[in-house]
């Protein structure tokens, strides 16, 4: 049940552009205290009353309740929120390598998640911080061929200067969630 409750729901603002994910017991909170309105697989809008008469679909999951089941939606309407949260991309190994396209940024090969690592351009033990601008993607090769020296001290060419990304609402919600619905797909595409 708990697992029912704590799975992803897509949640869009007034225009219909995504705003985050939420879970399915934030969603029928927010869809029971009629802030927000659930979208079915066809874009039709439910209130909670409309969308608890709904009988589940054979594909659909739902949650069981007293005379019957409680069909879980995929994605809420907010009819009143129109804001677009800013984004603010957190440093993190997964966002560096997601920014590198989990490539090395000296040699250019793609090897597996695995054998990638992430690279100081200024090594930690000459002063090099831990910013979008001093880190990057880098092979075990390469990255123990360039040891505590610089890329020009090692002769070695960085692929692309590193960033910090700008990535949109729909960005962050397609690297955070662990599941994609069907659902997500016309709204995520959008954005």
Not at 143 to 149: D, E, H, T
Not at 157 to 168: E, H
Request: aromatic content about 8%.
């Amino acid at each position: 049940m708990t697992d029912i409750l704590s799975q992803p729901v897509l949640i869009l603002n007034r225009v219909f552009a995504p705003v985050q994910l939420s879970t399915v017991k934030r969603a029928f909170v927010l869809l029971y205290g009629d802030s927000a309105r659930a979208l079915d697989a066809n874009g039709e809008e439910y209130d909670f009353e409309e969308w608890r008469r709904l009988t589940p679909l054979d594909d659909d999951e739902a949650l069981p309740i007293i005379g019957g089941a409680l069909r879980i939606p995929r994605v809420l309407h907010l009819h009143r929120y129109d804001r677009t949260p800013r984004v603010a991309v957190r440093l993190t190994r997964r966002n560096v390598m997601f920014r590198d396209q989990q490539q090395c940024q000296y040699c250019g090969k793609q090897p597996p998640l695995r054998e990638l690592n992430i690279d100081h351009v200024m090594p930690k033990s000459r002063g090099g911080a831990d910013t979008w601008e001093n880190l990057v993607t880098a092979c075990r090769v390469c990255n123990l061929r360039k040891g505590w020296k610089t890329p020009d001290e090692a002769n070695m060419r960085l692929a692309r200067r590193p960033f910090r990304p700008k990535w949109s609402m729909t960005a962050q919600i397609l690297l955070g969630a662990a599941t994609k619905y069907h659902e997500w797909e016309p709204f995520l595409q959008a954005g």
